[in-house]
């Protein structure tokens, strides 16, 4: 029909960009055609950097490029947000593969670009999107299925991406997948058929949410730092000034590499703004008991109220 932009096979979504990718992404949703944001090829990549300003044990920063390097898997180099070239190594497992294109590396091309990505999952309220941070294992993805199974419609799993460009942080649509843990998948009763595993030898699987997928992005409202403790009570805990912008920092997902590419400065900026105008709570759990039910009810009622 006139008028409705095609579909292409090649462009994707996510993270608010638009990826034209040689590489297939089948969980990414498929994007109009157009100019893309990133571009993403399959080719040959240094085994280094010249003179990288800094390196860790996977990866090296020099200037707007980024070079990350998996052994046994694929390599990449990130290059001033606009570009991925993508080195397979034989016989790569491609859902590791995606994995490191979707986390690390898009990570970096956020950073490349001034996008404040948070280690967190996020879903869509009526007051706003809620986003979970914490470190990993600390029950992001499963708290978000079980908001998704109360109705409350997914934007980000793992990598919520804040766009802090505008009047107030929006967080950007990932995609339709969350990563779930076999007991917690179990826990939420999903049923086996609509979890594939994501990654061989690795038994987390991803669950396709379907219609459980927000259609937009959305302002944030809220932030909760999700803490495991030795305590035998669920706890919140608001928190103010310089408490947010320390538990920003913590949980901006590879913030090592934003501080090798030179721009703290631009991450300062951006968590100062989100801690300026969006509510964040820490919130306790008993270490050895989810609460998952009751974890879910203290979420709900603090956003209503």
């Not at 997948?177 to 007991?183: K, S």
């Not at 320390?246 to 703290?264: I, K, N, S, W």
Request: net charge neutral; with cysteine; glycine share 8%.
């Amino acid at each position: 029909m006139r008028g409705i932009p095609a579909l292409d096979s090649r462009h994707y979504a996510v993270y608010g960009l638009v990826l034209h990718s040689e590489l297939e992404c089948p969980e990414l949703p498929l994007a109009a055609e157009g100019e893309p944001d990133v571009v993403v090829r399959l080719g040959a990549v240094p085994a280094a950097l010249p003179d990288p300003c800094a390196a860790g044990v996977l990866y090296q920063v020099q200037g707007e490029r980024f070079l990350f390097r998996l052994p046994g898997t694929a390599a990449f180099l990130a290059e001033a947000g606009r570009e991925i070239t993508v080195d397979l190594t034989p016989d790569a497992d491609p859902g590791a593969v995606r994995l490191l294109l979707y986390g690390s590396v898009l990570a970096a091309v956020l950073h490349q670009r001034g996008v404040l990505p948070l280690h967190g999952s996020a879903v869509a309220t009526d007051r706003g999107a809620v986003v979970f941070v914490g470190a990993s294992g600390a029950g992001k993805s499963t708290l978000a299925a079980a908001m998704a199974q109360r109705g409350y419609s997914v934007l980000a799993d793992d990598v919520s991406a804040i766009d802090t460009s505008g009047d107030v942080p929006h967080v950007a649509l990932a995609y339709p997948r969350l990563l779930l843990w076999p007991d917690a998948a179990e826990h939420l009763a999903v049923p086996e058929e609509q979890l594939q595993q994501v990654r061989k030898r690795v038994p987390k699987c991803g669950w396709r949410l379907g219609d459980g997928f927000a259609s937009r992005p959305m302002p944030v409202y809220a932030v909760y730092a999700l803490q495991p403790a030795s305590a035998t009570q669920l706890g919140m805990s608001a928190l103010h000034g310089a408490q947010k912008l320390r538990v920003l920092a913590e949980h901006t997902y590879r913030r090592r590499y934003l501080l090798a590419m030179g721009r703290a400065a631009q991450h300062f900026a951006q968590t100062a703004t989100v801690a300026r105008q969006v509510r964040l709570s820490r919130v306790t759990r008993p270490r050895d008991a989810f609460a998952l039910d009751e974890l879910t009810g203290l979420i709900i009622a603090d956003v209503q109220q």
